[in-house]
């Protein structure tokens, strides 16, 4: 459609909307019919084919006004200046970038209004340069240019450029840049090892073990900021403890800390347990309505404990409230606004889940943002006596004991898998606790399922030594225990061992043991 033809409409239109409103309605109709029906012969007109032939045949292409209206309207700004930076040709997308008027710019010399521009080098030196990328001073934009020098009979007379603006790209790029270098920063902090010494609430969880104490450490920052935590372990690891430790060493420690433990909640009472009721909601509820969970976290802190446990239902209004942080209590609908932090844990595997369809993708990337992995205790033997001596001394002071473990026993737990990880060990050290009727706690009170690490603790698969490296093996053996219960105290270790201060010093070196 010609802009002319679009006036008319519009004056034909204008004066007949003063006589009628139905005569306008008819007449609008039969106005567009026409003008899509001229509309439509125009494009006919323009694939006419017979016409094409014809000045395909007064061979167009090297027509030199043809090609020129060719290069005028190629999309990208094009400029050809000869050697004395003269311009001889600009195309209709350079005056558009530039913001240039043809009649104002050709005949002057590029250099003397770009003076930094790189198709003065490809003048100097006669050679091409492709995808170049530069700024373009007096239009503040930037280009990528592939500018190649003009050659008439081997000698160099010109240059032409072709330049696509990309500014928005490089900007782009830009900031992409310092996002890149700002996430590599912040990772190495977070999970730098030379960090500074454990905050108060992480230092009691462990002590040797490397990757632990680094998790700690990967914990104790992220405490600081308000990220989503998504702790993982087998049961009884410690992801509870974890989330308490960061909640306690996060700027909301003086507000609540939530458990929703999601595989103990009905299907049935899940939103009045988590979003609260008003009064009169349902039948049996309280008649003065009760608060929910999230609303009771509110300035502090979420945990979402067992969250692989959630139907696909469940998930879905998880994935309302996380992403919305607001709730309707049931029976209302009026929005509530929360501020809380999120920590989730659980001990599946939830990106099989996934891929399974139980779990949603969009509900693991936001629960997510920071993953802790908390290792099984049978990867962390070194922390066994620690925790065990730890637990012992919890317990004497409730049932008002006084009680240490043989090393022998410290030795035996360092070897027992502990399927049921802190838990399972802190259970034992109280059953033993209560049991023990003598001040230290020697195998004779462990339990037959100990057996297998009570025959073979010193001599492991090692029985076919002859008898004098059987004993120095176990040894040495009992004193790496010793120094590890003891936590590297010596006069304990001593005492524990029952041997002489001397004979002591004399076995650490004969068995080059370091402390
Ligand atoms: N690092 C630790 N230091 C001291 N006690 C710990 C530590 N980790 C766990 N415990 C103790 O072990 C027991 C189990 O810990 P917790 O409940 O945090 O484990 P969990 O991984 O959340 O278990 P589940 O998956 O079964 O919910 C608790 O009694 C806890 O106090």
Request: glycine letters at 4%; charged letters at 25%.
């Amino acid at each position: 459609m010609h802009l002319c033809q679009f006036y008319i409409f519009i004056i034909e239109l204008v004066f007949i909307k003063t006589f009628h409103k139905t005569i306008y309605i008819w007449y609008t109709v039969y106005i567009i019919y026409t003008l899509i029906e001229r509309s439509t012969q125009d494009m006919i007109s323009n694939v006419n084919l017979n016409e094409a032939q014809n000045i395909i045949n007064q061979d167009c292409f090297t027509n030199e006004s043809i090609l020129l209206k060719i290069l005028s309207n190629i999309p990208e700004a094009i400029i050809v200046i000869d050697i004395n930076t003269k311009i001889c040709f600009i195309n209709d997308a350079y005056c558009r970038l530039f913001k240039k008027d043809k009649q104002e710019i050709i005949g002057r010399l590029l250099s003397k209004f770009e003076p930094l521009a790189r198709i003065h080098d490809v003048l100097k030196n006669g050679e091409p340069m492709v995808g170049d990328i530069s700024h373009i001073h007096s239009a503040n934009i930037d280009v990528v240019a592939d500018i190649m020098p003009l050659f008439y009979n081997g000698t160099l007379i010109g240059a032409v450029a072709n330049m696509k603006n990309v500014t928005d790209i490089i900007h782009m790029q830009i900031e992409l840049d310092h996002f890149k270098s700002l996430t590599q920063f912040l990772k190495e902090e977070l999970y730098n090892n030379n960090s500074d010494n454990l905050p108060d609430s992480f230092k009691h969880l462990a002590r040797q073990n490397k990757t632990f104490v680094n998790i700690l450490k990967i914990a104790s920052k992220v405490a600081s900021t308000d990220a989503s935590v998504f702790i993982d372990g087998e049961s009884g690891v410690g992801k509870e403890v974890m989330a308490q430790a960061i909640h306690s060493s996060s700027k909301r420690s003086s507000g609540p800390f939530i458990k929703i433990n999601c595989s103990a909640i009905p299907e049935s009472l899940i939103e009045s347990e988590l979003f609260g009721y008003q009064s009169g909601a349902f039948t049996g509820a309280n008649s003065n309505g009760r608060i929910g969970r999230f609303e009771s976290a509110n300035g502090g802190t979420v945990f979402l404990d067992e969250i692989g446990e959630m139907s696909l239902s469940m998930q879905v209004k998880f994935l309302r409230v996380l992403q919305e942080k607001e709730i309707e209590r049931v029976g209302s609908n009026k929005k509530i606004k929360l501020d809380f932090r999120l920590i989730s844990a659980t001990n599946r595997n939830l990106e099989k889940m996934i891929e399974d369809g139980t779990f949603r993708l969009d509900l693991f990337y936001r629960i997510n943002v920071v993953p802790l992995r908390i290792p099984p205790l049978r990867d962390r033997k070194e922390d066994i006596p620690y925790y065990a001596n730890l637990f012992l001394e919890e317990m004497c002071a409730t049932y008002n004991k006084e009680l240490t473990f043989s090393p022998e026993v410290l030795r035996i737990f360092s070897n027992y898998e502990w399927p049921g990880n802190i838990r399972e060990l802190k259970n034992i050290v109280e059953q033993l606790a209560i049991l023990c009727s003598e001040d230290i706690i020697t195998s004779e009170f462990l339990s037959s399922k100990f057996d297998k690490q009570i025959g073979s603790q010193y001599i492991g698969n090692s029985s076919n030594l002859p008898l004098n490296k059987l004993i120095e093996k176990v040894e040495r053996e009992a004193i790496i225990s010793a120094l590890q219960c003891t936590n590297n105290n010596k006069t304990h270790a001593i005492e524990m061992l029952g041997i002489s201060r001397r004979g002591f010093y004399q076995k650490l070196e004969k068995y080059n043991i370091k402390t």
